[in-house]
Nanobody, 122 residues
């Protein structure tokens, strides 16, 4: 585990949360493309959003487009996922990941965080 994800919690439907992801080591490069994935109980890990190393390019899963925003602050070596208008179906463990290519596939990412649980109640 190279990355630390934080910010998860319990929120009512329609509410908001902001997740953050930072490396454990200060020497971890900020030149990686970053992604957020999530995994609900009994389901496979799925892509949520990704951002290029410079922050100039972002891409979202259709299920979160218009509600979630991914951003990064390279000076702080931190990536964020702002989640608005949350729905019960957004409930999952959210993982951040770093890799050499801007991709939607789990296999494209080399470094992962431990995950943070987001629970959305109806």
């Amino acid at each position: 585990v190279q990355l630390q994800a934080s910010g998860g919690g319990l929120v009512q439907a329609g509410g908001s949360l902001r997740l953050a992801c930072a490396p454990y080591r200060r020497t971890f490069s900020s030149s990686y493309h970053m992604g957020w994935f999530r995994q609900a109980p009994g389901k496979e890990r799925e892509f949520v959003a990704r951002i290029s190393w410079s922050g100039s390019s972002t891409y979202y899963a259709d299920s979160v487009k218009g509600r979630f925003t991914i951003s990064r602050d390279n000076a702080k070596n931190t990536v964020y996922l702002q989640m608005n208008s949350l729905k019960p179906e957004d409930t999952a463990v959210y993982y951040c990941a770093a890799g050499g290519s801007a991709d939607v596939r789990v296999a494209a990412y080399d470094y992962w965080g431990q995950g943070t649980l987001v629970t959305v109640s109806s």
